[in-house]
């Protein structure tokens, strides 16, 4: 299998991690791994984690999808939907990059919630090198997260940024590796976890858009929850909270 998951992390309870390991390919995706990918992701989420990891093995995030695969629709249709799938999962998701993380890498990247990055990682749209177009809905987040000028850069004129670039534009939260994507995950762990699936609904809602009555439902549902009792109880009793998502 090119995806492994792991939940039984020593020293990270309810974190787990997915790896992309296609060494020979620098971690390309094609039609066998994105669903195995999805897979990972409900197996892990139905499992009972509360943040997920993504990394690539072999010193490669993930370099694109396999060539062959763009030029099947059904490829692409599936693409849209598991990054669609995975950026509203209702949990904490970090993207721990090194390397290659360009074309169907940066999806992931952007699918995820928080990206740590290494020193030597390099980011890239190059859709105008092959003559392709990406959907809306990446523009749109890698617009977002790195900044429109540095979208308009890497897919008008094919450019690769780098690390520095990824820090000083927000791209990254965390300069670091696995590690520290591990420990950023183990900070999210022990939140409230209605807030944070709340939140990552209000975070892609557009001001005015029929989607702010989800947002509105998460908020009232986070105001009148255990969680909200527990955590000012603990607050009161100087105390971790004990969150349970209800």
């Not at 590690?179 to 939140?199: I, K, M």
């Amino acid at each position: 299998m090119a995806i492994t998951l792991e939940t039984d992390l020593p020293d990270h309870p309810r974190v787990a991690l997915v790896t992309i390991d296609r060494q020979e390919r620098r971690n390309a995706i094609d039609h066998t791994s994105l669903e195995e990918l999805d897979a990972a992701v409900a197996e892990a989420v139905d499992g009972g984690a509360r943040a997920l990891v993504f990394t690539g093995a072999g010193g490669h995030f993930c370099a694109g999808a396999d060539l062959k695969e763009l030029e099947d629709v059904a490829f692409t249709r599936r693409l849209a939907e598991v990054l669609a799938s995975l950026s509203t999962v209702p949990v904490t998701t970090i993207a721990a990059i090194s390397g290659s993380c360009m074309g169907l890498g940066m999806q992931l990247a952007v699918a995820c919630d928080l990206r740590v990055v290494e020193d030597g990682a390099r980011f890239a749209v190059p859709v105008a090198k092959l003559g392709l177009m990406v959907d809306h809905w990446t523009i749109d987040r890698v617009a977002r997260f790195f900044g429109e000028g540095a979208a308009r850069h890497m897919a008008l004129t094919a450019a690769v940024l780098d690390a520095d670039d990824a820090w000083r534009l927000g791209f990254a939260q965390v300069r670091g590796g696995l590690d520290d994507a591990l420990a950023l995950a183990d900070r999210a762990v022990p939140l409230a976890p209605l807030s944070q699936a709340g939140s990552k609904i209000g975070f892609d809602t557009l001001a005015g858009s029929p989607e702010v009555a989800r947002y509105e439902e998460a908020f009232a549902r986070a105001w009148a929850s255990e969680d909200l009792v527990e955590g000012r109880r603990a607050f009161t009793e100087r105390r971790a909270p004990e969150f349970r998502g209800r």
